[in-house]
């Protein structure tokens, strides 16, 4: 049967200076971020910021989460910029859970363009904790 | 309540040459290896190879370690660490898009690399579609 290689298994074996592989993706350094926000009847819409910047040309890593008591009656988005979905598309936060981070095949690949802080909108009041963990992986 | 302990906790608390923990297994270093794939009409068995090599002695880390597939056809596809290998996980479907974890049993995980190897993913059907890997290993 045949045997295929992945876009940059392609590229290690056969080196030239055309194939040279970004160090972000083989070998990569792994760091993580954690942080935590007692939420107090924090309103509908309001910008919660947790940690800091994850760097320009990060891969945020599968894994990463963001765990909740249960918050009421209210979804949530997770992303890199104010109201932002680009970890997790709007999800309910009505019972003590978890929101998997960057977890499609779509979300996930995708590298960091700026520094960027991660960001939590509700689109309901909120009371309780809400935690993250994020590992990313960079050159 | 009793209180017992691990093999590596164990060592920990009774410092002596003998009880070195392996560097690996307690502030390990992590490094993380990405590739994607575009299956086209690629047949049941072909061997899939995905991403540089993993060194010798690293420990794949659950959690970090996934395939994410499209919807890549009716049937199962395999992942191991050498072609048409399940070390990594066994046949699951890959039917809907989702994502296939990587060494999440307690039989698959802990045991360390023996040799290099690269990540083979293997359909067992006819695919189409887009594969990605994120795999991360421990090592000393």
Not at chain 1, 6 to 16: F, L, R, Y
Not at chain 1, 83 to 111: C, Q, R
Not at chain 2, 11 to 39: C, F, L, M, T
Request: hydrophobic letters at 40%; glycine letters at 10%; one cysteine or more.
């Amino acid at each position: 049967m045949a045997t295929v290689y992945g876009v940059n298994a392609t590229k290690i074996n056969s080196p030239s200076f055309q194939n040279i592989l970004g160090p972000d993706q083989q070998g990569a350094r792994v760091r993580w971020i954690h942080d935590s926000y007692e939420c107090v009847a924090t309103a509908s819409g309001t910008d919660i910021i947790l940690g800091g910047k994850i760097p320009a040309n990060a891969h945020v890593l599968p894994g990463s989460a963001l765990y909740h008591d249960d918050l009421g009656a209210a979804n949530v988005t997770v992303g890199t910029t104010a109201a932002g979905a680009e970890l997790a598309a709007s999800t309910d936060v009505n019972n003590t859970t978890t929101i998997p981070l960057n977890n499609t095949v779509d979300l996930f690949g995708t590298k960091s363009t700026a520094a960027a802080n991660v960001h939590v909108t509700p689109d309901a009041q909120l009371d309780g904790t809400i935690r993250l963990s994020i590992a990313y992986a960079m050159a | 309540m009793a209180t017992v302990y691990g093999v590596n906790a164990t060592k920990n608390n009774a410092p002596k040459p003998q009880n070195v923990i392996d560097p690996s297994e307690q502030g390990g270093r992590v490094r993380w290896i990405h590739d994607v794939y575009e299956a086209v009409t690629q047949v049941s068995g072909t061997d899939i190879v995905l991403g540089g090599v993993i060194p010798k002695g690293a420990q794949i880390i659950p959690g970090l370690s996934v395939i994410y597939h499209d919807a890549l056809g009716t049937g199962n596809a395999t992942v191991g660490t050498s072609a048409a290998g399940v070390d990594l996980a066994a046949a699951e479907a890959v039917t809907s898009a989702g994502s296939i974890v990587l060494n999440n049993t307690v039989d698959l995980f802990g045991t360390k690399t023996t040799d290099k190897v690269n990540v083979h993913f293997t359909p067992l059907l006819t695919i189409t579609g887009t594969i990605r890997l994120s795999l991360a290993y421990a090592m000393a």
